[in-house]
């Protein structure tokens, strides 16, 4: 399913800027000790039913091996465990353990709200690769460990290309390559499915370009690492795409909210588009309703500018009475054999390198696509680049709204990347 931006990042970047002015000075809280001498942690997390019932399967395993150690577990939809959890950072009452997302390490670190990994709350990272490590280390300090493992992806019908005599994408393949691809599937149906889903919107596409063309999202200093002219000649290139007919029309892409029900490729109104591999789930094939392939992303340089992206993490919260207790948890969690194999790919590739050789043997379907894509390209990925400063979610979200006026012909590529650029240096010093 399509990776979206549409409202998510901009809801949870809303209630996260509260945090700064509330989370000095409150007690510290998270778990306690019971009257009867255990050790009480919590631990909360995004997620549905499915995770859940792995997620708590995995808790029983650790308390039958801890007994000393209870954990209470709680999660919710995406918006929501981050609107909560704010408050509860804020108030001092956030859980000991934190499922965290990538993007938004940085804020909670910055205001104090996270423990760093020592002495005081040790977990062996040795089978974790420093590349997906360094997605949780600020200034060289670890802040965050990653739950699991995915990179990005290209996702397409290969029975539709195959049907339209586009040439299947593989590693090597460029963005020309993938113009007249698109451009000949959506010829070939008369625009009944477009080549892909338009992508000029979603910052993570951008991001890959932006690294085969040397740049980064940004600097080590937290500015922003490219220019306007960097994001005209993007929208220029996707633009002209969705102008010929390649790529889906504007009120078609503007409904794409990570819903399988506004999904075109689901929908069979779009034949690729772009993903990240962790969306390949044992329902995948029965989702689109056939089998989908996947390929890296296209690159017209050397570099294929993708990287081992933590699909999530984990953190301590500065405030847990049990830091030491919270750090075994976690190191059994992405450690212990039987733990990996009850959460298979239920939060992507396992981190640890050991388990995720183990659990590879006995994948199928679409989860074994995954896995067998992540070591075609394991070789051609780079270092994760730091957490994204404070206003990172800002500047997504506000990335896909102004391209939504160039899709509407609203404004030019080159007018709407001059008012990103000043709006996307406010966000970040504001």
């Keep these: ?115 760093e990994f020592s002495d005081t709350a040790t977990v062996d990272t040795s089978e974790i690769s420093t590349s997906l490590l360094a997605g949780g280390k600020i200034d060289g300090k670890l802040y965050a460990i990653p739950l699991g493992q995915n990179t990005q992806e290209f996702t397409y019908d290969p029975a539709a290309w195959e049907a339209a005599g586009a040439e299947v994408p593989e590693l090597g393949w460029t963005w020309e390559d993938l113009a007249v691809a698109t451009a000949r599937i959506s010829a070939a149906t008369g625009e009944q499915t477009y080549g892909a889903v338009d992508f000029g919107g979603i910052e993570d596409w951008f991001e890959v370009w932006l690294r085969q063309n040397g740049k980064d999202l940004y600097t080590d200093s937290g500015e922003l690492g490219y220019t306007a002219d960097d994001v005209t000649a993007w929208w220029e290139l996707t633009n002209g795409l969705r102008q010929s007919g390649a790529l889906t029309p504007a009120d078609l892409s503007t409904k794409v909210d990570g819903s399988q029900a506004n999904d075109p490729m689901v929908k069979k109104l779009a034949a690729a588009g772009f993903a990240y591999d962790s969306s390949l789930t044992a329902q995948t094939f029965e989702i689109y309703g056939r089998e989908i392939a996947i390929a890296p992303f296209p690159s017209s340089s050397a570099d294929l500018g993708q990287y081992a992206k933590p699909s999530m993490q984990v953190c301590v919260f500065k405030r847990s009475k049990h830091p030491a207790e919270a750090a075994a948890f976690i190191d059994f969690f992405i450690n212990d054999p039987e733990a990996s194999e009850i959460l298979g790919l239920s939060r992507g590739m396992p981190v640890n390198q050991t388990n995720q050789q183990t659990i590879g043997q006995t994948l199928s379907g679409p989860p074994k ?62």
């Design 369 to 430: 696509l995954a896995y067998d894509y992540e070591q075609l390209v394991a070789d051609k990925l780079k270092e994760a680049p730091p957490p994204p400063p404070k206003g990172a979610g800002t500047v997504k979200s506000t990335f896909q709204r102004i391209y939504d006026d160039v899709i509407f012909d609203k404004a030019s590529p080159q007018s709407a990347a001059e008012r990103f650029l000043k709006e996307a240096k406010q966000a970040l010093t504001s």
């Design 1 to 115: 399913m399509r990776a979206s931006t549409r409202g998510k990042a901009a809801r949870v970047a809303v209630a996260i800027m509260a945090l700064g002015a509330l989370v000095a000075g409150t007690a510290a809280c998270g778990g306690d000790s019971g009257d009867d001498g255990k050790v009480k942690l919590r631990f909360a997390w995004w997620g549905n039913a499915d995770r859940a019932e792995v997620t708590e399967r995995v808790v029983e395993l650790f308390e039958r091996q801890n007994p000393n150690i209870t954990v209470d577990t709680s999660f919710a939809e995406f918006n929501a465990y981050f609107q909560k959890l704010t408050t509860e950072v804020a108030g001092g009452g956030a859980p000991d353990v934190i499922q965290m997302d990538y993007r938004y390490v940085r804020e909670y670190a910055d205001r104090n709200a996270l423990l």
